[in-house]
């Protein structure tokens, strides 16, 4: 009965989108506006290469909008390199294959993750083992998204891919203000509001939302709460300073897996989170030196509610993670750059497991850790006629009070020739083991005892080769191959021989290929391709699907009607998460999937045609496909929101 309604919902909405679509266009008194020429690309803004060979896709708020994205992971499904995960339609449960971001088969190994997850710079993660938590990075929080598919030790620190999200602030001078509400299927709701003031020294943003829902299946529901202050200072002609307030509290239910799936029962499982996020920055800006120095602090909890339901221990983790980062970049001469700086990063915080029945409980902590780094870098731009030559170098060098000391080194090579462009580097990125291996050697394998103490670092040495083209009729052309050769990934070792340890001994690869086309056909039309091909080894890497396209569609209808589609297909994967016992097998494998969305958006305009919000309406899996991101957790069918955004 359930999937025959949701069935009759999709279709009605179908129809539904059909008809606004129809009206639209059967106006007969269109309003007088000048045309505006479609200059964003759908899925992803653009892909930039720096002077350090460090590549970047950026998505922005455009492309946020035009996905219907409720979060972190919608927001970056379409982006070529990257996979998702999730259980739920609203909420991520826990930090494993209920909720997260992989990028070029990096990212699925828990507890620990090598994808760094960071909000204007600082890092953004439960500190107490050592992994993104999805729904600390709210999307309400985010004016633009960057994604690295590889650690530029220049550019970023103890991590081996990063996903970057930048708050947004007032921008146009005087009081602004907008208010978006949407509802949906499956019991979706949100709401968002946010104001702005902005003058020649000073400017301020504040904003809230709250995005819920009831869920596709039973105890499949979420909400996400996100709450965020950003405020900047002029404090001379040179100087700034910003602050940012981020305050997060979620929850998801896990739905558990269906009956026969084969995997242990957790339905109604609750996984509550909540963060205190503040960032004060000081920047500056000269002729010949630019910087800033941040400094961070966020604290949270991360609580699994699980006796009443599973039977298995609940836990209760306080963290809490800050530090100071400094950046400088001195232009001393003519064509060169050196960039240094460095990172303190202070990790502590408590892990409780409550045993169902009488069992006594397990406590870890409270433990801190402590790393350094510091690095420094070096390029110089050479020109001749229509070509130019960008060749760089750079280290860093870690230092951890428990894990000892490593160095990274990078290389790399910019060449530009009218409108070519090629990219190549090479470097080594390192991952630290965190509080996650002394914690879970307490409260979930105290045999394990003090052998954390002799682990060092994960390593990762990273190659990457690419060619970006701008051809006839506004088309680009990228096309970027990759390896990455990871060791010494830290795993515990069970008996026989004795004893259980912790050891750095385990080995992997993955390879591939990415290519991304954009074009515009004409004023009113942009169009997104891209391939992604990946080689792992071993191959049962989760969430690292042998070959996926992703696709997008920007059309402008009318000056007032737009038409945003996305869609993509995945090849048959395995799924969960990379477990840290040595050698254990990835048994969990989901088919293949097709997913086709679509957002239609009406502007409205007042009498002088100024812009003054819009009207949407997004459906997602029209095509109404059968898929998962793990065996037994059947995603949402055919389903819609439709929604109103209004500007002061």
Known sequence: MIGTATSLGGHAFTFLLTGVFSVAMAQTEPVELEQVEVVTTPIVDETRVDRLADQTSLIGREQIEALNAQDLTSALRRTPGVTISRYNAVGSFGGGAGGSVLIRGLGSSRPGGEVMMEVDGVPNYNAIFNHPLLDLMSIDAAESIEVSRRANPVASGNSFAGVNMN??????????????????????LSEKVSIGFKDERFDFYAGQSHRQADGHRPDSDGKLNN??????????????????????DNRAVDPGPETGSGLPQTRGDVYLTENWLNIVTAAWDYERAEGWVKAYSNEGKGDWLRRATSGNADAFNDYKLSGVRWREVLRLWEGSEITGGMDYDLMEGTSVSVQPGAAPQRKFGPEKFRLASAYVGWNHTWGSGETEVIPSVGIRYYDHEIFGHATCTQAGLVVRRGQSQWHMSAGRAVKFPGLDVAAFSVVAIPALGQSWRSLGPETLDQYELGWKGELDRSTTIELTLFRNEGKDRYVFVPPPPPPFQFLNTEIFRTQGAELMVTTHPNETLTLFGGLSLLETTPDDLPYAPEWSIVGGATWQLSSLLTLNVDGSYSSSQYAGSQARANGAPNRERVAAYALLNARLVYRLVDKDGHDRGEIFLAGENLLDRDYCYRPGYPMTGIGGTIGVRWKL
């Open 227 to 248: 709450y965020l202050v950003h405020a900047g200072m002029q404090l001379a002609e040179n100087w700034e300073l910003r602050y940012v307030l981020n305050r997060t």
């Open 167 to 188: 708050t947004p602030r007032a921008r146009a001078e005087g009081v602004s203000a907008q208010a978006m509400i949407s509802a949906g299927s499956f019991g979706m």
